[in-house]
């Protein structure tokens, strides 16, 4: 066994995990709950930085908090001590958060901190941050469910989010179980074998636009593969006249659909599949975040199996570990 297939293979199992991990990083940051704001910032770089996206589109949905997402060296200069602050690196040392972090404390703001360690956790102790550690030893993309089980349970009794807990890891934990169903798992493999066939384009409403990222995202580390990521209604005012053009039969045109989906905007995602032939995929749900879970998870299945078809390791990232290299020998002006 190739040492891509033995990866491919571990990754699939972990994901066996997913719903338990998610669960229990909820409930441990759940015994320390913080109290937040109505503005909200979370900062993170890729993998880790994906919690932060899956918590703007759970609070925009449930609440009327705002909350942004900080992917830079910088925060933005408008977030101030009005502002509550939440920091994310799985490993403690991603140079963009931690720069971050330092902004943050020099404007007088005090950041939680969720990381499994390194630099991250020694300014957090140093200033005696509220801090949350997790479990390390994964890639940072294979930690999601324990880094948003983290933020979500620290922040869920603020928020006073309407949603049930209990109900929903019981009915997570069931859905995680179809991933030992042979023929469901059949049925993410085909559309691997088609993700790989053909340049893809993923599309999706807007509330739907973190997974969509992270289903690209996946894609481009786990599978080596360049990936298109689009939400509607937006797509409608530019992206759709790409049709117009030669490009037909040279894409794979993915549309990832929701319950909840405004009427208007499912009108526009179906007139899609009049333009060009496309791949549906969809979950049922009567909870909003129950349904982000449960795409997340089977999606990432389908991304780490787009590697296996391909003989692909999923944790080499051969690309981004060059340029932490050469970042490390260059100073900062």
Same mark, same amino acid.
């Given at each position: 066994?190739?040492?891509?297939?033995?990866?491919?293979?571990?990754?699939?199992?972990?994901?066996?995990?997913?719903?338990?991990?998610?669960?229990?990083?909820?409930?441990?940051?759940?015994?320390?709950?913080?109290?937040?704001?109505?503005?909200?910032?979370?900062?993170?770089?890729?993998?880790?930085?994906?919690?932060?996206?899956?918590?703007?589109?759970?609070?925009?949905?449930?609440?009327?908090?705002?909350?942004?997402?900080?992917?830079?060296?910088?925060?933005?200069?408008?977030?101030?001590?009005?502002?509550?602050?939440?920091?994310?690196?799985?490993?403690?040392?991603?140079?963009?958060?931690?720069?971050?972090?330092?902004?943050? $404390? #020099?404007?007088?703001?005090?950041?939680?901190? /969720?990381?499994?360690?390194?630099?991250? +956790? *020694?300014?957090? =102790?140093? &200033?005696?941050?509220?801090?949350?550690?997790?479990?390390?030893?994964?890639?940072?993309?294979?930690?999601?469910?324990?880094?948003?089980?983290?933020?979500?349970? $620290? #922040?869920?009794?603020?928020?006073?989010?309407? /949603?049930?807990?209990?109900?929903?890891? +019981? *009915?997570?934990? =069931?859905? &995680?179980?179809?991933?030992?169903?042979?023929?469901?798992?059949?049925?993410?493999?085909?559309?691997?074998?088609?993700?790989?066939?053909?340049?893809?384009?993923? $599309? #999706?409403?807007?509330?739907?636009?973190?997974?969509?990222?992270?289903?690209?995202?996946?894609?481009?580390?786990?599978?080596?593969?360049?990936?298109?990521?689009?939400?509607?209604?937006?797509?409608?005012?530019?992206?759709?006249?790409?049709?117009?053009?030669?490009?037909?039969?040279?894409?794979?045109?993915?549309?990832?659909?929701?319950?909840?989906?405004?009427?208007?905007?499912?009108?526009?995602?179906?007139?899609?599949?009049?333009?060009?032939?496309?791949?549906?995929?969809?979950?049922?749900?009567?909870?909003?975040?129950?349904?982000?879970?449960?795409?997340?998870?089977?999606?990432?299945?389908?991304?780490?199996?787009?590697?296996?078809?391909?003989?692909?390791?999923?944790?080499?990232?051969?690309?981004?570990?060059?340029?932490?290299?050469?970042?490390?020998?260059?100073?900062?002006?």
């Amino acid at each position: 066994m190739s040492l891509a297939t033995e990866n491919a293979n571990q990754y699939l199992s972990l994901l066996h995990n997913f719903a338990h991990e998610f669960k229990e990083s909820f409930l441990i940051s759940n015994k320390n709950p913080q109290s937040l704001l109505n503005q909200i910032m979370v900062a993170g770089m890729g993998g880790s930085g994906i919690s932060g996206d899956y918590f703007k589109s759970v609070v925009e949905y449930y609440t009327d908090k705002i909350v942004m997402v900080s992917k830079d060296y910088h925060p933005p200069k408008f977030v101030s001590k009005t502002w509550s602050t939440v920091v994310i690196s799985y490993s403690g040392n991603t140079e963009e958060t931690i720069n971050t972090t330092k902004t943050l $404390l #020099s404007r007088g703001l005090i950041p939680i901190i /969720i990381t499994s360690g390194g630099k991250l +956790k *020694e300014i957090a =102790t140093e &200033n005696q941050l509220p801090l949350f550690l997790v479990p390390s030893g994964l890639q940072p993309r294979a930690a999601f469910p324990i880094l948003f089980g983290t933020l979500l349970g $620290l #922040s869920f009794n603020s928020l006073n989010l309407p /949603i049930n807990i209990d109900l929903l890891f +019981k *009915e997570f934990k =069931t859905r &995680n179980k179809n991933l030992l169903d042979t023929e469901f798992v059949d049925s993410l493999s085909k559309l691997a074998e088609k993700i790989i066939d053909k340049p893809t384009w993923i $599309l #999706s409403s807007h509330h739907l636009s973190s997974v969509g990222y992270r289903f690209k995202c996946q894609l481009n580390e786990n599978a080596k593969l360049h990936v298109t990521n689009f939400y509607s209604p937006e797509f409608s005012h530019n992206g759709i006249v790409g049709f117009d053009g030669n490009l037909n039969e040279k894409i794979t045109l993915l549309l990832i659909e929701s319950n909840f989906d405004y009427d208007r905007t499912v009108e526009h995602l179906q007139f899609l599949s009049t333009l060009h032939q496309t791949e549906h995929f969809q979950v049922k749900s009567d909870e909003y975040l129950l349904e982000l879970l449960t795409l997340t998870l089977y999606l990432d299945y389908v991304s780490v199996t787009a590697a296996k078809l391909q003989n692909i390791d999923p944790y080499a990232i051969i690309s981004i570990n060059k340029l932490k290299k050469k970042l490390s020998t260059l100073k900062s002006k």
